[in-house]
């Protein structure tokens, strides 16, 4: 008899010594709670070399549904349409989180533009030159009747891009061992037009003199240190 409760003590123990090294090891410090604060509205700004905000079209919006789950899983959503002295048009969406997690991606165009209605004709991954480095991005082309729109988008965990789902989940590995939560990004651009090429090329040039206007500090958040 002393021998099993001497076993069942040994069982306890082992138990709660591995529930106390989970807790231990479980990130509890948040990157977002340090360093300089995100606000994408004075981050981004309204106008920039030869674009402005335009009111008159607006990036695609999820249904209320939706609407409701990405209040919850992302700190804040900038979405705004510019327009430069050619005519041309680029809808920008922002998405960031302060807790980087599997379901935040739920935001990814591949998941949320479907959700809409539209039919994801092609994706493919792709190098952006955004003037300051390469880095990689997704490249889709999403259908909805006779609207057409390319998509340019990337995600970032903390001050990294993750090019792929492989990179993404390693990050958030790294830093959790160091005890840290990271928080993300998605950053999207987009435009209405069936000349993919075109449309993937004034992309580019938006980015990349977008970030000319930004501080260093500021750039580093959205296109990664290593950029």
């Not at 360093?35 to 674009?51: C, S, V």
């Not at 988008?153 to 990179?167: H, L, M, P, R």
């Amino acid at each position: 008899m002393r021998i099993v409760n001497l076993r069942h003590l040994a069982i306890g123990l082992a138990m709660l010594a591995a529930a106390g090294l989970a807790f231990a090891l479980t990130p509890r410090d948040k990157i977002a709670d340090h360093g300089t604060r995100i606000d994408l509205e004075n981050m981004i700004p309204k106008q920039f070399g030869d674009w402005e905000v335009d009111g008159n079209i607006v990036p695609l919006r999820a249904d209320p549904e939706q609407t409701a789950l990405l209040n919850k899983l992302y700190t804040q959503i900038l979405e705004r349409t510019y327009v430069n002295g050619k005519g041309q048009r680029i809808m920008l969406s922002i998405a960031y989180g302060g807790e980087q997690s599997e379901s935040m991606q739920v935001h990814k165009p591949e998941v949320c533009y479907p959700a809409q209605g539209f039919q994801v004709t092609k994706q493919f991954d792709s190098r952006l030159n955004t003037g300051f480095g390469d880095i990689p991005v997704r490249r889709l082309v999403a259908e909805q009747g006779r609207r057409v729109e390319p998509i340019t988008y990337w995600i970032t965990i903390g001050e990294q891009v993750a090019g792929s789902n492989f990179k993404w989940k390693l990050e958030q590995l790294k830093y959790g061992l160091t005890g840290k939560i990271p928080d993300g990004m998605i950053f999207r651009v987009s435009s209405i037009t069936v000349d993919e090429a075109s449309a993937y090329q004034a992309q580019q040039e938006f980015v990349k003199e977008l970030l000319k206007f930004m501080p260093d500090s500021s750039r580093t958040r959205f296109i990664g240190a290593d950029s």
